[in-house]
């Protein structure tokens, strides 16, 4: 029996849930599909700029693991630019960070604590 995955934390939903051609090419039809942690894997390293063991920690997984999913969400990207096929970003195996009350630590409300 497989060990249990770890949730992987992205710190919210994409804005956008996806991208289709201008034109879509006669040898491009058809999804391609990018998971959500590999959407969060991108943003963190490539637009926000951070390194690999930074990033995997912000993830809260290891920096192999973050390596493997940004490798695979970088391949799914270039596919579906070369091929000219519709991206959607959805699905995956993630945990959004806890809103509300229960969220304010230290330092985020009223008062001392």
Known sequence: MPRPRKMRFVQGPPVVTGFIPNRLAPWGRGEIVLPIEGFEAIRLSDFEGLDQETAAERMNVSRQTFGRILGEARRIV?????????????????ELP????????????????
């Open 98 to 113: 806890p809103r509300g009350r229960r969220r304010r630590g230290r330092g985020w409300g009223r008062g001392p604590f």
């Open 78 to 94: 270039a596919e579906a630019l070369v091929m000219g096929r519709v991206l959607r970003i959805e699905g995956g195996h993630f």
